[in-house]
């Protein structure tokens, strides 16, 4: 059943989107914002998430400029803004890359990237985000990985695996954890699947 567009469902909640100036980042921003969630956009480039964020409808929203690769950065921004503003209540992992093609041809520096941007930054984020929903006893994790990437590389097949790890041993979830694979959308086909 479509969403109805004039809903506020999400009002109050307070979401964290990453890659948020652009592509699938950004649409989700904007969809978030759209349902009346308060919207924090992260990517590394503040005058292009500035212009995102002039862009989003409603209020509260705010902009983190930080390089997910960069681990320790994240960390120290993402902590900084949840001491000011408070916690999120929903995640948006969303990162590009990898480049396409076989992970037994990837050079080392560039399987380190997809490794860094795609776990460790991903780790940062849910060690930073959890607490605080586990606090309030409600959140939301997704993760997007592209398609292309879950099958050639296998940074991105570890992060489909590591999701495993996130599922409770028992007992009703404070949060959730989904990944979307979005993939090319044939006429009247898919927009993902979830792993």
Known sequence: MP??????????ERALVCGASQGIGRATAHALAGQGSMVTLL??????????????PGSGHSII???????TALRLAVTDHLRAHGPFSILVNNAGGPAPGAAHQAELA????AFRL?????????LAVVPGMKAVRHGRIINVIRRYS??????????????QWYQPAGGRR??????????????GGNLGRVC
């Not at 990517?43 to 989003?56: F, G």
């Not at 400029?65 to 681990?71: P, R, S």
């Not at 404070?174 to 006429?187: E, G, S």
């Open 3 to 12: 969403l109805d567009p004039t809903s506020q469902f999400l009002s109050g």
């Open 43 to 56: 990517a590394r480039t503040e005058k292009a998430l500035a212009q995102v964020l002039a862009s989003l």
């Open 65 to 71: 400029a930080v390089d997910l690769a960069d681990t």
């Open 110 to 113: 560039a399987f380190e990237h």
């Open 118 to 126: 795609h776990l460790l930054a991903f780790q940062t984020l849910v």
């Open 150 to 163: 879950a099958r050639d590389h296998f940074p991105c097949r570890a992060a489909c695996r590591l999701c």
């Open 174 to 187: 404070a949060h959730r954890l989904l990944v979307i694979m979005p993939v090319p959308v044939p006429q």
